[in-house]
């Protein structure tokens, strides 16, 4: 339940549903079904319907069950094993598929329905699974398609316990709500309310109880590798006991041959010194436990010893732990939901249930990032078309000599069998780190899937050159001088440009937001190139905001602009308030609510005011003319709408 507790996180809502459908609860009931002709020996299974118990007809046992053998009669032994033989050659995903034909066996063997008293016959079949529940189930046909589709198949009775509607067919089962019929005590009551008396019914007469099931698993442990932790485990004349804490941390034994050797024990039985023990408790001879924590294990909690490495003493000292904890922001790739990112929650909650962690959660944020697909392949009915003869037209592609023919565009994921990998060392020694960083921000939102276009390269590569020549001064011809750094205050418009981009850039970097952020840097730099000089109180806020984004070159421009000491130790810009709203709002003129002109005015400016100007301005005017002015609304700083009639 505590897994289930989101409450705390602002994770993306696709995951947090992934991992509540992978940790799967149940509300339900557990109810025992005596098996006939076989004195104390009881059926139990999970049911979310205890509501649907008078309708439950036969029940299935997983092929894997325990008591299948001993309750399997002679005659049909020879077909339950072969069954057995061929479902545990099948997959959990083969045997659990919807569409799949039902198969199964009868055991002979019959179970004694404890509300009704009949006896119904006990089935094995694949859809049933030994690790879910208790490895049984009763079979309600009328009330779950599985059930019915296996009880049409054998020529089992199916009788309902939830009355459809009348327009209801009866080919298949019905699994919506409705009044309960068929169900003796139950009768006439809802769903729900058949459900919880049913559960209070059961308990009463000793026949169950209420449960809640997860179909949560947990993670395999079977692959061992040497490298893993070994467990603090010895075995004393056969007992397993814990090691004493003051031979905490078991430590791996060198071994020259860590290979897995086909022994059902891991690599770490070959370490026969480390192996062959003594209890200090007992002076007993001791074997310590061959196994070792899996791969993923050190996984779910490398972020707590990130924060005191060299610790000999405990996992992570209390003070660090508190000052560091929570993660704030986990960037990761949504493959890691339901396994890396579900039991690293739960090895956490463990660690703040036992006092070791100060927070009942690891990650607080967690975006995922899009995977970057190769280059767009082009193709008209199948065969590859050059990209230089293809242009965009509108949405779409189409040849750039026959526009009537659309090709059609496609990215596929990196791979060399496709041969669109892209190597990241040659496009560094092509364009520069900070360029292609830059590119890859720029693409587009962080959590998409985008294709790679190396002229987007390019395309940041020209700006950061931009960017340099803008600072650092250049005799490059730039389409137009480049403007002298001075040492002059800026102008009001140069102040009010750079501060709205401060805001823009901040709150861009802040939300991940970074291909806008670069957007805003870029239309400084366009607007900058247009100024006569570069005041100083510009140029060095802009380096800054730039650091973040093209790290190396903003550190060359901070020297550029004589200091001695990296930008990483000066402050961030922060925004002027009084800076981000403009002089001057430029207002769009409606009559009878369709746009007819643009007016400019003072944003302090009262509604009277702006009435007038739209009314002198021409455009408007000659819409106004001739007409009756029968309402002039003034939205503040967003539109003018004239209603006019004759």
């Avoid at 009704?116 to 046909?141: H, K, N, Q, S």
């Avoid at 058949?194 to 079977?222: C, P, T």
């Avoid at 791996?252 to 026969?272: H, Y």
């Avoid at 960083?437 to 790679?452: A, D, I, S, T």
Wanted: net charge negative; proline share 7%; aromatic share 10%.
């Amino acid at each position: 339940d505590e897994l289930l507790d989101f409450s705390q996180l602002d994770w993306p809502e696709p995951i947090l549903l992934m991992q509540t459908n992978w940790i799967g609860r149940s509300d339900g009931a557990e109810i025992d079904f005596p098996v006939a002709g076989h004195p104390g020996v009881e059926l139990r299974v999970f049911t979310t319907r205890p509501d649907t118990l008078f309708g439950a007809t036969y029940m299935v046992l997983a092929p894997e069950h325990d008591l299948v053998a001993k309750l399997t009669t002679p005659e049909q032994r020879a077909a339950v094993e072969a069954y057995r033989e061929a479902a545990s050659r099948k997959s959990e995903l083969e045997r659990t598929e919807l569409q799949k034909e039902k198969t199964g066996v009868f055991t002979g063997a019959y179970a004694v329905n404890p509300a009704t008293g009949r006896e119904i016959p006990i089935w094995i079949a694949d859809y049933v699974l030994a690790g879910y529940g208790t490895g049984a189930i009763m079979a309600v046909p009328a009330q779950d398609q599985r059930d019915f589709e296996f009880a049409a198949k054998f020529g089992l009775p199916v009788i309902r316990t939830v009355q459809p509607p009348a327009d209801f067919d009866g080919k298949s089962a019905w699994l919506g709500d409705g009044i309960v019929i068929n169900s003796g005590f139950l009768n006439g009551k809802s769903v729900e309310q058949a459900k919880a008396a049913m559960i209070e019914w059961l308990e009463r007469q000793g026949h169950g109880e209420r449960r809640v099931n997860y179909r949560l698993r947990d993670w395999l442990f079977s692959r061992q590798r040497y490298w893993g932790e070994p467990f603090p485990i010895v075995f004393v004349d056969g007992e397993a006991k814990t090691v004493s804490d003051g031979e905490l941390p078991v430590r791996l034994p060198e071994l020259e041959d860590f290979k897995p050797s086909g022994s059902p024990e891991g690599p770490l039985a070959k370490a026969g010194a480390w192996l062959e023990t003594v209890d200090p408790e007992t002076g007993k001879k001791a074997r310590r436990e061959t196994n070792t924590m899996p791969q993923w294990a050190g996984s779910c909690w490398y972020y707590l010893r990130f924060i005191d490495p060299h610790n000999d003493e405990r996992l992570v000292d209390p003070a660090l732990e508190k000052y560091w904890m929570p993660v704030d922001l986990y960037i990761g790739g949504s493959e890691h939901a339901v396994l890396h990112l579900l039991y690293a929650r739960f090895w956490h909650k463990v660690l703040y249930d036992a006092g070791v962690v100060s927070t009942p959660e690891p990650f607080m944020k967690l975006v995922h990032q899009g995977i970057i697909l190769g280059e767009l392949e082009f193709t008209v009915n199948g065969e590859r078309v050059p990209e230089e003869q293809v242009e965009k037209q509108g949405d779409k592609f189409v040849l750039r000599d026959r526009p009537d023919v659309v090709v059609e565009a496609r990215a596929y994921k990196m791979s060399k069998a496709r041969g669109n990998v892209v190597n990241p060392d040659e496009i560094v020694a092509r364009y520069g780190a900070d360029a292609f960083r830059l590119y890859e921000m720029f693409m587009g939102p962080l959590e998409q899937v985008k294709p790679w276009n190396t002229r987007g390269v390019e395309g940041t590569h020209r700006f950061l050159n931009r960017a340099w020549r803008l600072v650092a001064g250049s005799d490059a011809d730039d389409g137009g001088n480049v403007p002298a750094l001075v040492d002059t205050p800026p102008t009001r418009e140069q102040s009010r440009l750079l501060h709205q981009t401060i805001a823009k850039v901040t709150d861009d970097i802040e939300a991940m937001r970074f291909n806008t952020a670069i957007s805003a840097l870029m239309e400084l730099t366009n607007a900058a190139y247009k100024w006569p000089s570069l005041p100083r109180a510009v140029a060095e806020p802009y380096v800054l905001l730039l650091s973040p984004l093209a790290p190396h070159l903003a550190e060359e421009l901070w020297q550029r602009l004589g200091h001695g000491e990296s930008l990483a130790y000066h402050a961030w810009p922060v925004a002027d308030p009084a800076l981000l709203k403009a002089d001057v709002l430029e207002i769009p003129v409606q009559v009878n609510g369709k746009v007819r002109g643009k007016i400019s005015v003072p944003a302090e400016a009262h509604e009277d005011e702006v009435i007038e100007i739209a009314k002198a301005d021409q455009n408007v005017g000659k819409h106004l003319a001739g007409q009756s002015v029968k309402h002039a609304i003034y939205v503040r700083g967003r539109i003018v709408n004239f209603v006019v009639g004759r």
